[in-house]
């Protein structure tokens, strides 16, 4: 019983995801600062208040409305998301288009190209001028033959 719990505890993918949300709380505790330290007051420049809107309420019949909590963590929210698309996706999409470019640029395998013999139906390669099942003569595909740049033999 406590084995089996020992075997997912050391699992790879349980203790990334571990290190994963100590940094993300992490990271909220930062871009938090931030705001409060740069943002928040900044806010208030603008504003000409104090920028804190944590405190900032409203009463209705006596029913306490504190709007200011969910400003705050909207400005938070928005923080964070930009940091995290300007930091981490941006480059990282950049990174991962410059790798895919390099595939792309790769030549094509002309024998992976295939096409059916008219004669027997087996699938032959499209360069192929004879079936290899039937041998019998087959006309190669143009459009094969332009990209391997072979002369066609007849």
């Known amino acids: 019983m406590l084995s089996g719990f020992k075997d997912f505890i050391l699992r790879g993918n349980v203790i990334s995801m571990a290190v994963g949300l100590a940094v993300g709380a992490a990271f909220t ?8 330290a740069f943002i928040v007051p900044l806010i208030g420049v603008f504003t000409r208040g104090t920028g804190d809107f944590s405190k900032a309420h409203f009463d209705v019949d006596g029913v306490d409305f ?6 705050s963590a909207a400005i938070a929210f928005l ?6 698309y300007f930091c981490v ?3 990282m ?13 790769e030549p094509v395998d002309i024998k992976a190209a295939l096409r ?7 699938e032959i390669p ?6 290899a099942h039937c041998t019998s003569e087959v006309e190669p595909d143009p459009a094969a033959l332009e990209l391997a740049k072979l002369p066609v033999q007849r």
Request: hydrophobic letters at 45%.
């Open 89 to 91: 996706v941006m480059p």
């Open 116 to 122: 059916d013999c008219p004669r027997c139906y087996t």
């Open 126 to 131: 499209a360069i192929a001028s004879r079936c």
């Open 93 to 105: 999409a950049k990174v991962q288009d410059r790798f895919t470019a390099k595939k792309a640029d």
């Open 66 to 71: 504190p709007y200011g909590l969910f400003l």
């Open 29 to 36: 505790a930062v871009v938090t600062g931030f705001s409060n």
């Open 79 to 84: 923080i964070t998301a930009a940091v995290l």
